[in-house]
């Protein structure tokens, strides 16, 4: 267990933030030293208009475009990654522009591993990836306010077959520049604004009951939770309230650096596994497991996590005066449970088709998942499944 007294924090690449900042993007490549940019997208972000966006944008650098790829999917799969890389090498491009989620992005970090290593993304699993050649230039721009995969250090594949999440872990996997443009998010739809909100929501609170914490993760968590409870529901009311916009991508981003540094814990896990086994959409699947999450670990592990917990309620607003940590921290629960269904996300699995019967599987991919080692203190396989039963 890391403490105040000896822990690392490792920074991202540049973040700017503003309203059509995105007029930068060949200025920003430019500087980097990049001279011909691949664009990753998917097909609704590209019909929104946004990769034109970009395409402006383009014009304020000398940088060339070396293409347009547009076949990301919700859940990138290694097959969208190889095939992206072939247009990538195919076209000569030496750097990338991800316009997208999570999705988008973390296929352009798996492109940047090919675009250094060649060959398969298969075969470049390992427990921190290294490069041997510097990384491409990658500048995200994210069209939704939820992973923070702008100014994270890991790429997250799914592996159709084997039915599992891949993690490529790395700092060398950040994007060397993260565009967090309001305007670029501001026809998100309602259901994905909430979804990707409660993403980035889990990403702050598993940062304070990682047994990797830290200060400077604490104080990023902690005002991420206070931007997403005053602005997502703002942002999920009203799509064109720029303010309310700009404030979710900086939570969002926020959420993205604590999980890179803090590295998930068990709601996290279990999302990418009913993700993995079920094809759950991630924000969906956190809204569902992140009370049932809190609660078992604030009964199990109390004295762990009870203090991070009062630091939750207090950022959400609750008045915690004469409360023990524990009582803090259950009002907190009770807070969220109230302000995911505010957000008309589904309350339980059985609401996105998923079998009661078929979760024994999940809570073993959940355990395998190395995420599940960073959580206050890892759970039992039987554990696992109670959380999960508990989610129907
Ligand atoms: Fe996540």
């Not at 060949?26 to 609704?44: F, N």
């Not at 019909?47 to 790829?69: N, R």
Request: proline content about 5%.
């Amino acid at each position: 267990m890391w403490s105040d007294e000896w822990f690392e924090f490792q920074v991202p690449g540049k973040i700017i933030c503003g309203e059509k900042c995105v007029d930068t993007v060949g200025l920003e490549i430019d500087k980097k030293g990049g001279k011909r940019a691949l664009i990753v997208t998917d097909k609704q972000v590209k019909k929104a208009g946004l990769v034109d966006l970009v395409k402006k944008g383009m014009t304020s650098g000398k940088s060339q475009i070396a293409g347009v790829f547009d076949q990301v999917e919700p859940d990138s799969e290694i097959e969208i990654v190889q095939r992206c890389y072939e247009l990538a090498y195919k076209n000569e491009a030496d750097c990338i522009i991800s316009v997208g989620g999570g999705s988008t992005i973390d296929t352009a970090k798996a492109v940047a591993i090919l675009m250094v290593e060649g060959g398969h993304i298969l075969d470049h699993q390992c427990a921190v990836y290294m490069p041997r050649a510097p990384m491409p230039v990658h500048v995200a721009i994210p069209t939704t306010a939820g992973t923070g995969a702008e100014s994270s250090f890991s790429a997250v594949i799914l592996d159709k077959e084997q039915k599992l999440k891949l993690t490529y872990p790395s700092p060398e996997l950040a994007p060397s520049v993260a565009l967090l443009d309001p305007y670029m998010i501001r026809t998100l739809p309602p259901q994905l604004t909430a979804s990707t909100g409660i993403c980035a929501l889990t990403h702050c609170i598993e940062a304070l009951h990682s047994q990797f914490r830290k200060p400077f993760c604490d104080s990023l968590a902690i005002h991420g939770i206070r931007l997403i409870y005053r602005y997502l529901p703002v942002a999920f009311q009203e799509p064109t309230n720029l303010e309310s916009r700009r404030y979710t991508l900086i939570a969002a981003n926020m959420g993205g650096i604590v999980l890179a540094n803090t590295a998930g814990g068990l709601i996290h896990a279990l999302a990418n596994a009913v993700g993995g086994r079920f094809g759950v959409p991630h924000g969906v699947a956190k809204a569902i497991l992140l009370p049932l999450g809190m609660e078992f670990n604030i009964e199990k592990y109390p004295d762990k996590v009870g203090k991070s917990y009062r630091l939750i309620a207090e950022a959400l607003g609750i008045d915690t005066r004469g409360d023990s940590d524990v009582t803090a921290g259950k009002k907190a629960i009770e807070y969220l449970r109230n302000f995911i269904s505010g957000l008309q996300l589904p309350e339980s699995l059985s609401k996105t088709g998923v079998k009661k019967v078929d979760i024994a599987g999940a809570a073993e991919d959940a355990m395998r998942d190395r995420l599940m080692l960073n959580n206050s203190e890892a759970p039992e396989l039987q554990e696992l499944l109670g959380i999960l039963e508990k989610a129907f």
